[in-house]
């Protein structure tokens, strides 16, 4: 059975990335993209499924770990009766093929230690053809090739690349795994030091931009990294997350694939983004949005390949027994072919709050915008799978008419700000936003409640409300948001985290952290300072040791659950850290 969620940590280079435990395992890696097949996938099963473990062979090791100040370069300490040693993990930046780096240093004594490789293509179900070669080995596998090379003697047996060998103190072996596609040749020797060192100033040079004060910099620093390391660096393009199937319930059944491009999360990250000063990056997304949705808004998707490429057909894994036994272990994800209304407004507002912050708009992006617009005048009254992708029946969710509002208004004022006052069209969206503006006022208001409610109708209250005064829909101080944010508090909130929505279920699903850090945006927009650093203190705690926080908590098992780390709960991290600490750029436009 594999480790707890919060015990691994996040190694990346921008095109992919590896999950590594604090057992020395990396248990999770797909090559050469994010959304390819994983060639080590023991964090949804068992070793045999693939993994590489460099650790001491005493089983009473312990250990500690740390990412190097300011990069994505993590070192793992290992202490035992003999003596100390360190294992540093990265991915160098692409100049030809992927690899992935595992430097193991002497610190004190002499340290016994093992070396287990085990390949496994196909999400863990084929064993590459592996066999020496000149300074390591070579496994290939259908469009795959991999090559290890390493100063240790290693063994080859049914498959696996084992070997022991000792680390004195003030001894570095490098060892080396690369990939490349099976019918070129294979990667050149790597200088892994060089690789370190250019890695480091990489992910130093990058984050050195940031200067904004905060009362959270280590926490906003370490976001914002995890965060570049979620972005494609060849489309510009951010992904969820990089793992798929990892359970929102313990032992359930939503376990859904993460490897892929939200526009709603990625449009949540521009405002992040530009407050933090990262404007290069929100107009790499603004280009990538451009590309992925072509000419065709009323096809728009709420998710894309990293590419921009649209089909994610959903197939399960049915060889894989699951994290922690949750199955099924679902590749592709079927949600991209839902209709959420929100996001037609989520990806306008983006595109005004950039253009807003200077990164502005081409002839082309106008058009798309005004497209969308006239979209979201043709669909806003339709029902939707809403913004948490239920797969059950299309309803009337409230936060899905309030971002048909606000991708309304948000074209408008683009409009308008680009000299178009005189348009007839306009004039038609300016009474159409008065119009969907009363219609949710009327039909989204529960009066006995005296709240706003999850879906018109309906009688409960749903997290996703506490975006409305975020957005700008109604004043901080309107007596009805006030009353809905109460509500929440009181209906929600679990050891002081939020959850998405009311539970019925015995053994619900954790508190999704991206919620509490809204509470906390909520609190400090009300004047509830202290408040306000209460709840994002609380969920900030929840982060594991290096800084990584999941899709959500599990309160009751007080351990992370659902993808990791999560693309959102950073965004959403960073975007209170700074609204906390000082004046940003509004999602509501001010």
Not at 139 to 153: K, S, V, W
Not at 249 to 259: H, M, S
Not at 561 to 584: D, E, Y
Request: charged share 25%; glycine share 10%; hydrophobic share 40%.
């Amino acid at each position: 059975m594999p480790a707890l969620i919060e015990d691994y940590a996040l190694v990346a280079d921008g095109e992919t990335a590896a999950l590594i435990g604090r057992d020395g395992s990396v248990d999770w890696l797909c090559w050469p993209r994010f959304d390819s097949d994983a060639c080590f996938a023991a964090l949804l099963g068992r070793p045999e499924h693939g993994r590489w473990q460099i650790a001491p062979t005493d089983p009473a090791a312990r250990s500690t770990r740390r990412y190097q100040p300011d990069t994505m370069v993590l070192e793992t300490d290992f202490a035992t009766a003999g003596g100390a040693v360190r294992v540093i993990d990265f991915m160098p930046l692409r100049d030809g093929g992927p690899a992935l780096v595992r430097i193991v240093a002497g610190l004190d004594g002499s340290v016994a230690m093992r070396l287990d490789l085990r390949l496994r293509f196909d999400y863990g179900r084929i064993r590459p053809w592996t066999e020496a070669c000149e300074g390591g080995f070579v496994a290939r596998c259908g469009p795959d090739q991999t090559i290890l090379r390493g100063p240790a003697a290693m063994t080859l047996h049914d498959g696996n690349i084992t070997g022991t060998f000792r680390v004195s103190a003030g001894q570095r072996l490098a060892f080396v795994l690369s990939h490349a596609a099976s019918y070129h040749a294979l990667p050149a020797h790597m200088d892994a030091e060089a690789a370190l060192a250019a890695t480091e100033a990489y992910w130093r040079n990058w984050i050195g931009r940031f200067d904004r004060p905060t009362r959270w910099p280590e926490a906003t620093r370490r976001s914002l990294l995890t965060l570049k390391a979620l972005i494609n660096r060849p489309s510009g393009g951010l992904i969820a997350s990089v793992t798929t199937s990892l359970p929102e319930r313990p032992g359930g059944r939503l376990n859904w694939d993460y490897r892929y491009c939200w526009l709603r999360d990625t449009s949540f990250a521009v405002t992040a983004l530009l407050n933090a000063g990262y404007h290069d990056e929100a107009r790499r997304w603004r280009d990538w949005l451009l590309r992925a949705i072509g000419a065709a808004p009323r096809h728009m998707q709420i998710m894309y390949r990293i590419d921009g490429g649209r089909h994610l057909h959903e197939w399960e894994a049915d060889w894989l027994p699951g994290f922690r036994w949750a199955r099924p272990v679902h590749i592709g994800n079927a949600a991209a072919t839902q209709r959420q209304i929100d996001v037609f407004g989520e990806v306008l507002e983006s595109l005004a709050l950039a253009h807003q912050a200077g990164v502005t708009l081409s002839p082309q992006g106008f058009a798309l915008a005004s497209e969308i617009a006239g979209e979201l005048e043709r669909i806003w009254r339709e029902p939707d799978q809403g913004l948490w992708e239920s797969r059950g029946e299309p309803q009337h969710y409230t936060y899905s008419k309030v971002m048909a509002w606000v991708g309304v208004d948000r074209f408008v004022r683009m409009a308008e700000a680009n000299g178009h006052h005189a348009d007839g069209d306009l004039a038609f969206l300016r009474t159409l936003r008065t119009a969907i503006h009363d219609e949710i006022c009327r039909e989204a208001f529960h009066p006995g409640r005296g709240t706003f409610v999850r879906t018109f109708g309906g009688e409960e209250v749903d997290a996703s409300l506490l975006l409305l005064p975020l957005v700008g829909f109604l004043p901080i101080d309107d007596a009805r948001i006030g009353a809905t944010i109460a509500a929440i508090e009181r209906e929600l909130m679990e050891d002081g985290l939020v959850r998405r929505h009311q539970t019925h279920h015995p053994d619900p699903q954790g508190a999704f952290l991206a919620c509490s850090f809204w509470l906390a945006d909520c609190r400090n927009m009300q004047g509830r300072h202290d408040a306000a650093r209460a709840a994002f203190e609380r969920a900030l705690d929840v982060r594991n040791d290096v800084g990584l926080l999941a899709e959500e908590y599990d309160i009751r098992g007080r351990h992370l659950s659902g993808n990791f780390p999560l693309a959102l709960s950073h965004v959403a991290l960073i975007t209170s850290a700074l609204g906390l600490s000082g004046p940003v750029l509004q999602k509501g436009g001010g």
